[in-house]
C-alpha cells in the first residue's frame, strides 16, 4: 500500500480541498491497519512508523473538523454566498447538521 502523500497544516479553504483531506484521512487510516497488522511497514521501527502515521492522522482529522466546523457557522449565519461551489458547501452543511 502506498503512502498517502498528505499535506498535513494546509488549511482547508475549499469544499474540493475538504473532498482531497477527507480521502488522504482514509487512506491514512487504511495504512495504520496494515501496519498495526504487520502487512506493511519495518518491523523493527513499527511503534515509530505508527505514532508517525498516527499524528498525521490526528492533524488530518483536526483540520477536517475545524473545516466543517467553520461551515455549519457559516451556514447558520446565512453567509454562504451563491452560485456552484456555495451550493455544493450549502449541501454538505445540511448533512453535517443531520449527523
Known sequence: M?????????????????????TKFAELNELI??????D??????RDVQ????????DDLRREITEY???ILAAARRGELGEGRD??????????LRDS
Open 2 to 22: 502506498e503512502k498517502p502523500t498528505a499535506e498535513v497544516g494546509d488549511m482547508i479553504t475549499n469544499e474540493h480541498r475538504h473532498q482531497q483531506t477527507r
Open 33 to 38: 491497519t496494515a501496519v498495526e497488522a504487520g
Open 40 to 45: 506493511a511497514g519495518d518491523d523493527e521501527f
Open 50 to 57: 505508527l505514532a508517525g502515521l498516527r499524528s498525521q492522522a
Open 68 to 70: 466543517e466546523t467553520q
Open 86 to 95: 456555495a451550493g455544493v458547501i450549502r449541501a454538505h452543511a445540511s448533512r
